[in-house]
T-cell receptor, first 114, second 109 residues
Framework: GAGVSQSPRYKVAKRGQDVALRCDPISGHVSLFWYQQALGQGPEFLTYFQNEAQLDKSGLPSDRFFAERPEGSVSTLKIQRTQQEDSAVYLCASSSRTDSYEQYFGPGTRLTVT | GESVGLHLPTLSVQEGDNSIINCAYSNSASDYFIWYKQESGKGPQFIID?????DKRQGQRVTVLLNKTVKHLSLQIAATQPGDSAVYFCAFLGGKLIFGQGTELSVKP
């Protein structure tokens, strides 16, 4: 079956622009996670949804980062007024469980802020 | 704080040899460890996991060893193949998934 998909795969933004990154989880998965992966580093947790509820947003680096999952399926990660340090790969993962086990990752969106 | 780190950032092996990738962790409360493989342009892919009440677990061509005394985790890949070339991450589950820095495995044919 279809896995987790993300779009766009690549995004170039000028500093100060707003961007929106989309995640389509595996159908029926209740849990959805966003991660930020800097070059050469492991993914770092940003936020977690269980259905439409954002239960943990402790990893969001600033108030310029906002995530939503209004209908409990597709999720959008929005970054306002992008800065160069926001350049990274943004990964989405989903799980059929309500804990952090068995996460399936999407291919990521590579964001480059110039 | 909690962290997971790797001893070697890169590893180059000959095809057919065995590979060993190491990882150190600092959080004693973790009860679940996972190894992921990440190929270029893709997201992390689950390889194998192990619970803290175990010291060894085997999969297909892979074995994970856990030494809780020295807080050390390793991934052994038998008969390494070119398709095994990727970055390997250890991670542990402590409420949320926490990843280490990664080791790049390069397999020479």
């Amino acid at each position: 079956g279809a896995g987790v998909s993300q779009s766009p795969r690549y995004k170039v933004a000028k500093r100060g622009q707003d961007v929106a990154l989309r995640c389509d989880p595996i159908s029926g998965h209740v849990s959805l996670f966003w991660y930020q992966q800097a070059l050469g580093q492991g993914p770092e947790f940003l936020t977690y949804f269980q259905n439409e509820a954002q239960l943990d947003k402790s990893g969001l680096p600033s108030d310029r980062f906002f995530a939503e999952r209004p209908e409990g399926s597709v999720s959008t990660l929005k970054i306002q007024r992008t800065q160069q340090e926001d350049s990274a790969v943004y990964l989405c993962a989903s799980s059929s469980r309500t804990d952090s086990y068995e996460q399936y990752f999407g291919p990521g969106t590579r964001l480059t802020v110039t | 704080g909690e962290s997971v780190g790797l001893h070697l950032p890169t590893l180059s092996v000959q095809e057919g040899d065995n590979s060993i990738i190491n990882c150190a962790y600092s959080n004693s409360a973790s009860d679940y460890f996972i190894w992921y493989k990440q190929e270029s342009g893709k997201g992390p892919q689950f390889i194998i996991d192990i619970r803290s009440n175990m010291d060894k677990r085997q999969g297909q061509r892979v074995t994970v060893l856990l030494n809780k005394t020295v807080k050390h985790l390793s991934l052994q890949i038998a008969a390494t193949q070119p398709g095994d070339s990727a970055v390997y991450f250890c991670a542990f589950l402590g409420g949320k998934l926490i990843f280490g820095q990664g080791t790049e495995l390069s397999v020479k044919p």
